[in-house]
């Protein structure tokens, strides 16, 4: 009989070989992230892969929703607030409704478990709408959830928020760095992929993907649709509360105006840029939209930008001609140590090119999942005349 090591490591590669082949380079990227580069960086850097990080996992929870079971949601934000309330309304001592703290570790999955709950509480109104209609509604929920919150002030404290956290502790030591912190988002984003991805290969994920495809025809075939669609809003919720819990008492401060329709459709960007159902695809969408953004206020991005000043005297010398020669009068480029600060205070001007450019050439996302490509490109041939040519 093997002994529980020998067993022990059977299961282990047992584990990593049942793992998508796409998705074994992904796990050795997180792991190195986590082990090799945290101590080259300081904490101004760490708090915006804190960020990028705690944005995949949103993504990864947002992609179930959409990329795989095909529901446009744009409340999302709401279990993101839900996880991150139920962590500060337990775990602040300016709380109103709660008299001292209660253990970090038990509010974690409490927070997951409730999001899991309000995911089913907003499908089941939901479950016949589809499309347009189903975003508007979810809009709205996300909505009344942040008002809510707002107007609580005897259990949320309205606009004034819930401060002073508890930081999570293991074993008497005290979670504080922001290396800390970005080691727990980066564990729960692992988890998180791990999960959906196990989920995405699974009869779970192949009826997602038939409903997404064709909701009737899956209905059709035997697929209790409302029964996946509820787990789809679960999944997607209880990882998009996993995300608030962490979040909360990272940032030491919990606020509705941190929860705003604008968190939702930055998640929700970012998975169409990537590529829906793609998990390599969430993590370059939070790269290029949530990460570059950051990057470009940093100090040393400014620094870099400052050495183009001579590309910003050309470029001016040539807008000057333009302005001689046309009754156009066309404005010259800033100091080019603003130019981060400019692009990063006009990204949304970016998100909405990028948007439209990845629409026309990558429709379906920069990194889409394998099979969803596939889908594509075989909608587009039957799309064709009998002749293959247009």
Same mark, same amino acid.
């Given at each position: ?60 929870? #947002? ?5 795989? =079971? ?12 839900? @996880? ?7 775990? +602040?001592?300016? +709380?109103? =409704? ?8 038990? !509010? ?15 499908? #089941?109104?939901? !479950? ?23 107007? $609580? ?10 401060? &002073? ?13 922001? +290396?800390?912190? /970005? ?73 509705? %105006?941190?929860?705003?329709? %604008? ?14 159902? +793609? ?5 370059? @969408? ?7 953004? &950051?990057?470009? %206020? ?16 050309? $470029? ?7 302005? @001689?020669?046309?009754?156009?009068? !066309?404005?010259?480029?800033?100091? =080019? ?8 205070? /006009? ?11 990845? $629409? ?16 594509? =490109? ?13």
């Amino acid at each position: 009989m093997p002994s529980p090591a020998a067993r022990w490591k059977d299961a282990r590669a047992a584990s990593w070989d049942r793992l998508p082949s796409a998705a074994r380079p992904l796990a050795w990227l997180i792991l190195s992230l986590v082990v090799l580069f945290i101590p080259f960086f300081d904490d101004v850097w760490m708090r915006m892969f804190f960020l990028v990080a705690l944005y995949v996992t949103l993504g990864i929870g #947002l992609n179930v929703v959409v990329g795989l =079971a095909g529901l446009l949601d744009l409340g999302f934000v709401a279990f993101f607030a839900l @996880g991150a309330y139920l962590v500060a309304i337990f775990d +602040s001592p300016v +709380s109103p =409704a709660v008299n001292g703290t209660v253990n970090y570790w038990v !509010l974690l999955p409490a927070a997951v478990g409730v999001g899991a709950l309000f995911g089913v509480l907003l499908g #089941l109104p939901v !479950l016949p709408l589809r499309g347009d209609y189903l975003a508007i509604v979810t809009l709205g929920f996300g909505e009344i959830v942040r008002i809510l919150l707002l107007n $609580m002030d005897n259990i949320t404290r309205g606009s004034s928020g819930l401060y &002073e956290l508890e930081k999570p502790a293991v074993a008497g030591y005290r979670v504080d760095a922001v +290396s800390e912190f /970005y080691v727990m988002i980066v564990i729960a984003a692992f988890v998180a992929w791990f999960a959906t991805a196990r989920l995405r290969d699974s009869r779970v994920g192949r009826a997602w993907e038939a409903i997404r495809e064709d909701e009737d025809v899956a209905a059709a075939m035997g697929i209790n649709t409302v029964k996946y669609k509820l787990m789809a809003f679960a999944t997607g919720a209880s990882i998009g509360a996993l995300g608030g819990a962490i979040n909360a008492p990272f940032i030491d401060f919990v606020a509705p %105006q941190s929860f705003t329709l %604008q968190v939702s459709i930055n998640v929700l960007a970012l998975v169409i840029i990537g590529g829906m159902g +793609s998990t390599q695809g969430v993590i370059a @969408g939070a790269l290029i939209l949530v990460g570059v953004p &950051e990057v470009l %206020q940093f100090e040393e991005t400014a620094n870099l930008l400052e050495k183009l000043g001579w590309l910003r005297d050309g $470029m001016n010398t040539a807008i000057d001609g333009l302005n @001689g020669l046309s009754p156009m009068n !066309l404005a010259k480029l800033p100091p =080019a140590d603003e130019w981060g600060e400019k692009l990063a205070l /006009y990204r949304f001007i970016v998100f909405g090119a990028l948007l439209v450019a990845i $629409m026309i050439v990558r429709p379906t996302g920069l990194f889409p999942s394998r099979r969803r490509e596939m889908e594509f =490109a075989q909608t587009s041939d039957a799309e064709l005349p009998a002749g293959g040519t247009v």
